[in-house]
């Protein structure tokens, strides 16, 4: 993946990282039960990428905006670390300007993945804009990086190596995972009760 | 996406969408668990153009005509503002002229998505019709227009965008969408109810 | 679809249309909840074909033969109508060596459609072969005929269309459902007791 | 599918089969209902490629490594005859340095098929590597072999199927595949009890 200088640039300066939910980080299909209850499809590479924003880059805040509401979107931004989360948010520009306030940061150290019309305001003004490839016209005309990957296909991961690659992190994390990284005496336990020999 | 000048003409008078459900309205995959209970897979880029028909066009009434009946089918038709719902429906054109007499329409004034060979007489005789772009043959054959995508991937959305183009209403929805929309005091409550800082 | 003469030859003296299950009608996804109930995806338009056997070739005997066992398979080959259902079972030739002695048919009356190593000695033995695009290329050699589809995709709807097309009846099925078919009484009344106006 | 003469060396000496779950048995989905249960995709390709390991080449063992946990896991692995299952690993290569002190194996004797950086160490050690094709730049750079197939579409299948033709197995398979299966008696009771006319 080849990156271009400018958009290297703008990621060099971002310290929130903001994002629409479903049709980004789920492949945009609605499944719901008779129950009422939602079935979402997340990415593996997504769940990765959290982790790696966690472990090498945690002065970059995460931000879920969505326009919807539902138990699981919660459920999740707690296991993956989100630091803030809007649910049945219509104004997101005005939730990124609240998040720009408590954490004294600028609009342009700001970079956002949105997948539709409703994104747009956000995505045109943000530092750094992202859209999945399957996006309509218009949003992509708005952004500046569009996707390899479609709703729910690691674009959010790939946001995170931009920045990453930008900001001098990827290389490191490369580093760290190409050579056996030594595990604590925690992570040795753990491994130890749960690994079996089946047969 | 450019569009044809005879089909924005014959978009031009649409008063009335109908659309067959499986098939086009979701992916086509069936799944019917144990219960009896059936998972059904919609799309979030349709789902957003229900609520554009009932922003921005609420004078065209919406119909959904399936051969099938599914307790969830009634659930979403409600949810995204159907007018009228017609399940376990095998005779799809006179369900339609049923719906033409009620709200004084002439069939000129009826677009209609199917996506499978039950659905010809309409698509044949209706104003405007439309099919995804995995349809058979035969149906293809039959309407003005092939969408991009494929069952249950927008296609919803690609005729709604047509008839919004056709009838002047698309530019207001971009403009309107552009712009930050000012929000009123009863959502700005709700955002704030709904945001909150996990960590 | 063009379809070649030799294989419009052989599928002139299909009186028994036998299918493998999973891979074949099912897109060969194995989904097992917790309770050990296992979810499907099933085509819509192969439900379809099923409903088009009946009505347009009941001559024609449905079966399906497949290695593994799921009360959802029995559940649904009842609801589609097939005449003749084997599951565990692994000696698939056998199987139909027993419908032919039943139903008084031979080989060359036997249509298969099979997407791994195990369906081979059919294949290779049946009058009519048919694969999935996606099967091993050792399957696609001992097959008379490719289907456009992946597995899950449509493919016994191909199936059908191609004995339909070879047998005369796939004219009949058109004109029918290009002309809008009339109701018997019990259909309307049925229409009229789901179809309600929502709004 | 033409295998270049290196890969076949290495997969000569292969005595055992090592992968990660999720991402490369899966289609790297990830799906949480509200109770916490998770639903997994696998693949119809990948289970008969695990009976083929058990009847043809039972000498070599089956690992699975994973750095998550889930009863499913768990489940599956014992319904598809695993060998080692290792949960919650974050160290893999530890992982596979003590499956080979307990079957006295060397590293070149190891094929792994991992999708993700967390594999890399694995994958830049051991004997034989595997990677799906959408698999990042710098797994893809690190294994001996990328698969046809994405996560969940069949790669476990494919490193068996290389394994066997260069030690060869392959042509067994094939040959036991192609003759009609001659059943055991107890296979027959089954097929029986199992086998019924619906109609």
Chains 1, 2, 3, 4 share one sequence.
Not at 157 to 186: C, D, P
Request: net charge positive; charged share 30%; hydrophobic share 40%.
């Amino acid at each position: 993946m080849k990156i271009r200088k400018a958009i290297l640039n703008k990621a060099k300066k971002i310290k929130l990282l903001a994002t629409d939910v479903d049709g980004v980080l789920t492949d945009g299909k609605i499944v719901i039960l008779n129950s009422g209850e939602e079935i979402k499809f997340w990415d593996v590479y997504d769940r990765f990428a959290f982790t790696l924003l966690r472990n090498y880059a945690s002065y970059i805040k995460i931000a879920w905006i969505t326009g919807r509401t539902s138990p699981q979107v919660a459920a999740r931004a707690k296991e993956v670390g989100v630091n803030y989360l809007y649910q049945k948010c219509m104004d997101k520009i005005s939730a990124v300007h609240d998040i720009l306030k408590k954490e004294n940061l600028t609009i342009d150290e700001v970079a956002f993945i949105g997948d539709d019309l409703i994104d747009l305001p956000v995505l045109s003004k943000c530092g750094l804009a992202f859209c999945p490839k399957n996006a309509p016209e218009e949003v992509k005309d708005a952004v500046d990086y569009i996707t390899n990957g479609k709703s729910g296909e690691g674009i959010f991961r790939e946001a995170v190596e931009i920045i990453f690659k930008s900001q001098g992190i990827w290389k490191k994390v490369l580093e760290n995972y190409r050579r056996s990284i030594r595990i604590s005496k925690a992570t040795q336990n753990h491994t130890e009760k749960t690994q079996k020999k089946i047969q």
